[in-house]
Every structure is written in C-alpha cells, then in structure tokens.
C-alpha cells in the first residue's frame, strides 16, 4: 500500500547488487538516520538517553554481534556477556595504563582483545556442536567473570573489581552529556551495524549459513570449516567486546564483573530469538523489545493490581517479569521461530497488495 | 594423605548429587531429543512445592506425593503446551524454549509458594559419622552419606524400571527412533509426558537433598548449572554416565578447590578461591577436545 517497487529496473551489477536496491527503502532508512541523529539529540530528555535510547543502542551491538555467530553461522553461544566483559575491562586498562591513548582506539583495541579471546573459546567449536558447545561456551562466561573477580591487575586494584571509567574524551571534546554519548554510541553502532549488514552479504556471510545449515556439507563443498568457524566467532567477539565498551564508557560509567552475567548472556540470546535470528533489524528489533517489556511491566502491573484491588509488591512485578520473558521467548519460538524481523517482512509483503490481494 | 581422602570422599558423595540433577537432564534427552535447560528450575519448584505443602500441615510423604503430583502436571502441561507444538524444528530451537521455560517456572514458582528461603526438614542432620571420626579420623557427613545412598538407589530403581517393565521398554524405543516407535503403536504423546513426569520426580528427590541441606531457595535453580559439565562429561544419553560424570566432577571440583588456590595465589599472590564455578567446565572442555561424546555418549556419525 505505501510503496511498490515496480518501474525500478537494475542496468548494472553494482545497482543489483547495493545494500537497499528498493529506492524508497533507501529513502526510509536515510529518513530514520536522519530522525535518529537530529530529531531525537534535539526532542529527547535526559530520561530517554540514560534509561532506554543508550542501553538500547549498546545492547543492539551485543545483540548484533551474538546473532552473527549464532544465527547466521549457528554457534549457539551462552557467553556473550562475558566478552561484553573483557570488551569492557580490556578499554577501561588501555585507557588507564597507556599515556594518551585515544579513546576510540581503545575500543577497537578492547574489540580484538575480545575478539582474541573469543577465538580462544571458539575452538572447541571445531570439534563439538549444538548443546555440547552451548554448555561449552558456559566455560567462558564463568570462567571469564571469575578471572576479572581475582585478578585484581585487570581491575586496577579496585576493590572487588569494579571499575570506574573517565568521561570519553575524542580529540578535546568530552562527551559528558547524555545527548553527546548517544551521538556517539549511535555512530558506532550504526558504522558497526553497516559493516555487519554488508559482512553477511559477502562470501564470508554465505559462508557462515553454508555451516549453519549443515557444516559436513559446507565442508564438502570446499568451505574451510576451521577458518569460518573461528572468524564467526572473532567477529561475533568483537562486536560484543565493542558493545561491552560502550556499556561501561557510555552507559553505566562504573562496572563490576558480576554485572556481566550469565543473565545478561540469557538476555542477549532472548533478544535475538524475539527480534529474528539470522536478521540484521531482527538484533535491533529484539533488543528494544526486551529493553521495554520490563518498563512496560513496571507501568502496566501495579495499575492492573490497582484496577482489580490486587495487592502487587515489587518483587510479584519482578517474578511476573521472569514468567512473562519466558513465556515471550516459549511464544516466539512456537509461533514465529523467525521473530519479530520476519513478522516486519510479513507485514511489509501483505501491506504491498493491501487492500487488493488478488 | 588423610585430609586428600577426606576431600575427595566428600567431593564425590557431592557429585552424586549432581549425577541426580544429570540424570533428570538425560532421560528427557534419551527420551525425546529435548535438552532441558529447565531441570534447574524443575528442582527449584519441586522443592519449593514440598515445603509449601509441608508448611499446609502435610507431613513429609504426604507432601512428597502432592508435590510429585504437582510435578507430574507441570511436566504434561509442558509437554502439551510447548513440546507438541514444536514438533519438528531444530533441536537448538526446543532447547532455547526450555530455557524460557525455565524463566516461566522461576517466575512462577515463588508466585505460587512466596520468595522467602525456607528450611526443609527431613529427619537428616548435617553432622560427622562418629564411628568414622573415631576409628579414621576423618569428616563424613552423615546426610552426604544417606544423600547418596538414595540417589544411588533412585538411579538403580529407574534402570531396572527401563530394563525390565514395559513402559520402560517404550521409553527406549521412542529413545532410539520416534517414527519407528510410533508405526509399531506405542503412544507418543504419552511416553513423553510420562518421561517428563518422571523427570519430575528425579527433580523432586533433588529438590529435597539440595533443599534439606542448603536450605529452599533461588540458588536450586543453580544446580542445573552444576549439573551440565557433568552431562558433557558423561554424555547426554547415558545413565551411568550422568553417575560417573557426577562422581568424576565431584571428586575433582573439591580437590581443585582445595589445592589449585594456593599454588595460584603463590605465583600471582592475592585469593583465588571460588574456581569451583568453572572448573568443571573446563575441565569438561577439555575432555570434550579429546571426546567429544563424552565418556559413555553415543557416537554421532554425519551424513550428507
């Protein structure tokens, strides 16, 4: 109904083969940048930025980075907060020990540490799959928190390993205002996410679903499984090494390690069944989703409890919450296993012959 | 030499403890493909209904049987409602769904039952066998002893169970192949809800060990992720792999946790203690770079 693609016809490859070949979806997605780095830096308050837009930009990254492992080269990973972790702690040490480090190299720096270590725990991947890596993968979540715990070198002798971050500071500006880190994490995320989009298009792409689908296969048709296997996972590392950056930089500013935990791993992957697995905007999708529903349960149960005269204290709401995730992630899966990213698609091809179907 | 035997009697009697969460995790597997990341929660709610129905009045076997009943429709319900409409996608997919049925269940366990920690009583006290103290000098508990014993006994009752009954011989069918099964008539739908039931009730009796000695509360749910390194270890289809991985587990965690610390903390100086919450892993890990089907596993042959 709103748009259609016809009359748009491709006379070179490099046309065919563009990001968005449909013109108004160029135009639409140039709109929604526009809208995400004007609009909303102007209309938004400080709310907005500390509470939802930030957190929601930094866990689309994590969120991202997980779904290049596990849903486009099908490496279901339960450890994806602990490479956020040494994403985190791996900056907040370069900035410290090393005399004028650039900040924006320290998360590239931290996003190799991460993707190093991710490497690290990626190879078991070569000689196990399915539930015996998803267990395998647990190795690292524990393990990992457990090493910044101890090691208080990584922490900087802080007390129990938290870690407070300077304010970002990129070429004598210093992003101290909300709307200044959002500018930021939103720029980095949206270079990370076009990267990400173009990655999975390319051969390394193709070939991370060739072993998803079936990795004998892929194997058989000439796909080196050691090099695919572990580059999903360097890559998937770096994202969340980045994302776990971010997270201490820009978001919360002082982090311990048992803030990166096996929930947070829950989290992420829950993200990623709701918002589609093996989708780009399936990552951003279902980190919103999940980063609002608790708000929305915050709001919505006391003012139920109030309408039906039920008594409802904090920790109902909070038990509530954990019913009502699970029950989303059991829904999503049983209903629409591709989830909110193919409902959009879904959406967009039954609007295209609205209201005339045949 | 004594205090190393000590740890390592302990270390294993705690490992047959886990071998009773595993073995929840490895009939649901053998039975119907499914990896039940939920057994945690499974634990978490059995115990929490047995003290709710204790604290109703019931006595102990009283609670037992209701708590077990409450099990037995949680585990149809499950099978109902998220199982049998999953029914031919990838079994990565029915494992993230229990994982958010293990959110729904610790949601709706302290919903149900209240959120305080509670105490389980059941007869057992935590203390030193003196005959031992005496003529060995050594520590062993009482309730770690019986503890074991039971679960040793559970685990020869549910092999006799699958050897010897014909329901058991269902089990193993529907175990070997779900279409086979069902073109010789056996009843799926059944066989899974009774498997689940029965997982139920392995969940039930770790519930009430873990209950009666750490007390009733969050933390059970944690004991599934204690149980998992000794799944791998063991590999996911077999009974007495869940036991000798969960004695394998056992045994070293505690010796890890005693002796790997301070050799740590004398290179690097500082605490290095609480390496029981990875070490199993690891320890797994490496094994699985060895075997990757675990010690007692099937054997997984790919084809094209």
Same mark, same amino acid.
């Given at each position: ?79 994806? +907060? ?113 990267? +990400? ?20 296969? +892929? ?140 | ?304």
């Amino acid at each position: 109904m709103i748009y259609r693609e016809t009359g748009q016809f491709k006379t070179s490859y490099a046309a065919d083969q563009q990001i968005f070949p449909i013109r108004q979806d160029r135009i639409g997605i140039a709109i929604l940048l526009a809208f995400a780095f004007v609009v909303v830096p102007l209309t938004a308050g400080n709310y907005w930025f500390n509470a939802i837009l930030i957190p929601f930009l930094i866990f689309s990254l994590a969120a991202l980075g997980l779904n290049i492992l596990t849903g486009y080269a099908g490496q279901l990973s339960l450890g994806s +907060a602990a490479f956020m972790a040494v994403g985190a702690y791996a900056a907040y040490n370069f900035q410290v020990r090393i005399e004028g480090m650039p900040v924006l190299l320290s998360f590239i720096l931290a996003g190799l540490t991460a993707a190093g270590v991710g490497i690290l725990f990626g190879l078991p991947s070569l000689r196990i799959k399915g539930f015996y890596l998803a267990v395998a993968t647990l190795a690292a979540q524990f393990f990992i928190v457990w090493c910044l715990t101890k090691f208080p070198y990584l922490s900087n002798y802080s007390a129990s390993g938290v870690i407070s971050v300077p304010n970002v500071e990129i070429l004598g500006y210093t992003f101290d205002t909300p709307q200044s880190r959002y500018l930021l994490v939103l720029s980095i995320v949206s270079l990370m996410a076009l990267l +990400a989009k173009n990655m999975v298009r390319s051969s390394t792409g193709r070939a991370w679903m060739a072993v998803r689908d079936m990795d004998v296969a +892929a194997e058989v048709i000439g796909i080196r499984l050691m090099r695919t296997k572990l580059l999903a996972f360097a890559i998937s590392s770096f994202y969340c090494g980045v994302a776990g950056a971010l997270y201490a930089f820009c978001y919360l500013g002082s982090v311990e390690p048992d803030g990166f935990s096996l929930d947070l791993s829950f989290k992420i992957l829950f993200m990623i069944i709701v918002g589609g697995v093996g989708s780009i905007l399936g990552s951003f999708l279902g980190a919103a989703f999940i980063l609002l529903v608790p708000i929305f349960l915050d709001i919505v149960l006391p003012w139920l409890s109030e309408l039906l005269h039920l008594p409802v204290d904090s920790a109902t709401v909070s038990h509530m919450q954990l019913m009502v995730f699970g029950e989303l992630i059991m829904f999503f899966l049983i209903v629409e296993p591709h989830g909110l990213a193919r409902l959009w698609q879904i959406g967009k091809e039954k609007l295209r012959l609205w209201p005339f179907p045949h | 030499m004594q205090f190393f035997l000590e740890v390592l009697i302990g270390g294993l009697l705690s490992g047959v403890m886990y071998s009773l969460v595993a073995l929840g995790f490895v009939l649901i597997f053998k039975a119907s493909g499914v990896f039940n990341f939920a057994q945690g929660a499974m634990v978490f709610f059995a115990a929490l209904s047995l003290v709710g129905c204790m604290e109703k009045g019931a006595p102990l076997w009283l609670a037992f049987i209701l708590a077990f009943g409450i099990m037995t429709l949680l585990g149809i319900a499950t099978e109902k409602f998220v199982l049998r409409k999953m029914v031919n996608q990838p079994p990565i997919s029915l494992f993230m769904a229990t994982i958010g049925l293990a959110f729904f269940i610790e949601g709706l366990a302290p919903l149900l039952w209240g959120n305080a920690v509670r105490r389980l009583d059941i007869g057992l006290v935590d203390e030193p066998i003196p005959w031992i103290l005496e003529h060995w000098n050594m520590v062993i508990s009482k309730f770690d002893l019986v503890a074991a014993g039971l679960a040793l006994a559970l685990v020869a009752v549910l092999a006799l169970f699958f050897q010897y009954t014909r329901v058991g011989r269902a089990l193993r069918a529907v175990a070997d192949d779900h279409q086979a099964a069902l073109s010789i008539g056996i009843p799926l739908q059944h066989i899974w809800a009774l498997v689940w039931a029965v997982a139920g009730f392995v969940a039930l009796v770790a519930g009430m060990l873990w209950g009666a000695r750490n007390g009733v509360q969050f933390a059970l749910t944690f004991t599934a992720l204690k149980a998992l390194p000794v799944l791998i270890l063991g590999g996911f289809t077999s009974v007495p792999g869940a036991i000798v991985g969960g004695l394998i587990i056992g045994g070293t965690e505690k010796l890890a946790e005693i002796y790997i610390p301070p050799v740590m903390s004398g290179i690097f100086g500082g605490n290095f203690g609480g390496i029981e919450g990875w070490f199993p892993y690891v320890m797994a890990l490496l094994f699985l770079l060895v075997r990757p089907e675990g010690l007692f596993g099937e054997k997984h042959i790919d084809r094209v």
